[in-house]
């Protein structure tokens, strides 16, 4: 037997910037919204609520109370809007060989799993997600505790049918 290792050209690989990535859907962007939102809310009421404690305790509230308000709604307006562009970068597609899954505003980063890499895959909906016709689809590889890729905000027929694809791949049932 001859040993053989050839060099690979990267030329000849194909480029994953070729393949063209389909976003998620619009209505996940609402359930981003109402998540940012409630956790605006919680930061504004301790806030609020630590401001009583410190009234009811002493005579005058420091000035500081203001700063700090100003700092959380800035902070949530910051996240919200950081949360609104970064949507815009969730974007998946299923090859015959492979699912990718791309996201991140700031750090930007494309998951590939590789079709034959995958052991389990399964859809999940959370209350807030089902009650806008969404699911989340999660891939398992072998090695590894908890999924490899979670693909959010699909809508649920939509996760169903790739859920059925990549498991009719994975068991051989092309």
């Given at each position: 037997m001859t040993f053989s290792n050839l060099q690979i050209s990267t030329e000849s690989i194909p480029s994953i910037d070729d393949v063209v990535l389909k976003p998620i859907s619009k209505a996940y962007l609402k359930i981003i919204a109402l998540n940012k939102l409630m956790i605006c809310t919680v930061l504004i009421s301790a806030v609020f609520l630590g401001k009583y404690f410190i009234e009811k305790n002493e005579e005058s509230l420091p000035i500081n109370f203001w700063y700090v308000l100003t700092a959380v709604i800035v902070f949530c307006i910051v996240n919200l809007i950081i949360s609104f562009l970064a949507f815009k970068k969730r974007k998946y597609a299923i090859r015959a060989h492979d699912v990718i899954y791309a996201k991140g505003l700031i750090v930007h980063s494309i998951v590939t799993v590789p079709m034959s890499r995958i052991q389990h895959v399964e859809e999940?909906?959370?209350?807030?997600?089902?009650?806008?016709?969404?699911?989340?689809?999660?891939?398992?590889?072998?090695?590894?505790?908890?999924?490899?890729?979670?693909?959010?905000?699909?809508?649920?027929l939509e996760a169903t049918q790739i859920k059925d694809i990549i498991s009719a791949k994975v068991n051989g049932n092309d």
């Amino acid at each position: 037997m001859t040993f053989s290792n050839l060099q690979i050209s990267t030329e000849s690989i194909p480029s994953i910037d070729d393949v063209v990535l389909k976003p998620i859907s619009k209505a996940y962007l609402k359930i981003i919204a109402l998540n940012k939102l409630m956790i605006c809310t919680v930061l504004i009421s301790a806030v609020f609520l630590g401001k009583y404690f410190i009234e009811k305790n002493e005579e005058s509230l420091p000035i500081n109370f203001w700063y700090v308000l100003t700092a959380v709604i800035v902070f949530c307006i910051v996240n919200l809007i950081i949360s609104f562009l970064a949507f815009k970068k969730r974007k998946y597609a299923i090859r015959a060989h492979d699912v990718i899954y791309a996201k991140g505003l700031i750090v930007h980063s494309i998951v590939t799993v590789p079709m034959s890499r995958i052991q389990h895959v399964e859809e999940s909906r959370s209350w807030l997600a089902r009650s806008f016709g969404l699911a989340t689809l999660n891939i398992y590889t072998a090695g590894e505790s908890g999924s490899d890729l979670s693909i959010r905000g699909l809508p649920y027929l939509e996760a169903t049918q790739i859920k059925d694809i990549i498991s009719a791949k994975v068991n051989g049932n092309d």
